[in-house]
């Protein structure tokens, strides 16, 4: 029987992306859905199928992670994103190599179908990566957002960014920490519902100069 794995996910009016999500995850994992000011019902949904429940009030995807990690009580903790761009039945081939003591740090590399990452979006998230790995010399081709870790060491790497650049100083204080990393190959889907954050212009921008100040530190 495997151990229970926490699986944080950050939501912002994800009604419809929870309601297909949380039945699919798998036996072993728990969700900590950490409401970060919705208004379509998500928290409700998620305590309907189970969920713990988490109230964020400062905005922010960092500010989402870190209050999830707080609040998990599982060893090893997974992060995913609650639109339904990722399936949560993909999540033990990134829990399976910390589970098993291969990796501290397991990332999904996203491997979009047709017409679910927009071009724009793939150039900057290749740049970003193309830099972490001159940085860092972690061999990473993805600054993705379903990613897992021990809850124990990832909270002592003591994380501070609050926006969008919270995954990429997740992989530059591994790599600080000298961290064993590795990256899987997970399916990336058409999201349910509009994106707040990269789905617009502004949002994709601010990202990027979130991502990019994490580096220049």
């Keep these: 029987m495997l151990p229970t794995v926490d699986v944080v996910l950050p939501c912002l009016d994800e009604a419809e992306g929870l309601a297909w999500l949380l039945p699919r995850l798998p036996d072993h994992m728990h969700a900590v859905v950490v409401d970060n000011g ?3 019902g998500s928290a409700e949904i998620a305590r309907a199928h189970g ?18 990690l707080e609040a998990a009580t599982a060893d090893v903790v997974a992060f995913c994103d609650a639109d339904a761009s990722l399936d949560p039945q993909d999540l033990p081939r990134v829990t ?3 589970l098993a003591g291969r990796a501290d740090l397991a990332l ?3 491997r979009p179908e047709r017409g679910a990452w927009p071009w724009h979006l793939q150039l900057a998230n290749a740049e970003l990566a193309r830099r972490v790995r001159r940085r860092t010399g972690i061999r990473v081709r993805d600054v993705g957002p379903m990613r897992a ?14 926006r969008s650049g919270y995954p990429l100083e ?5 790599a600080e920490a000298h961290w ?6 997970v399916p990336y889907r058409r999201r349910r519902g509009r994106s707040k954050v990269t789905g617009t212009p502004r949002g994709a921008w601010q990202a990027v100069q979130d991502m990019s100040k994490v580096l220049a530190s």
């Design 38 to 40: 919705s208004r379509d």
């Design 51 to 68: 969920a713990t429940v988490v109230l964020a009030e400062r905005r922010g995807y960092g500010a989402a992670c870190a209050a999830g």
């Design 96 to 98: 399976g190599p910390v």
């Design 108 to 110: 999904g590399r996203r």
């Design 149 to 162: 870790a021990r809850r124990e060491p990832l909270l002592a790497l003591d994380l501070r960014d609050r």
């Design 170 to 174: 997740t992989l530059v204080a591994a």
């Design 180 to 185: 064993v990393v590795t990256e899987v190959d």
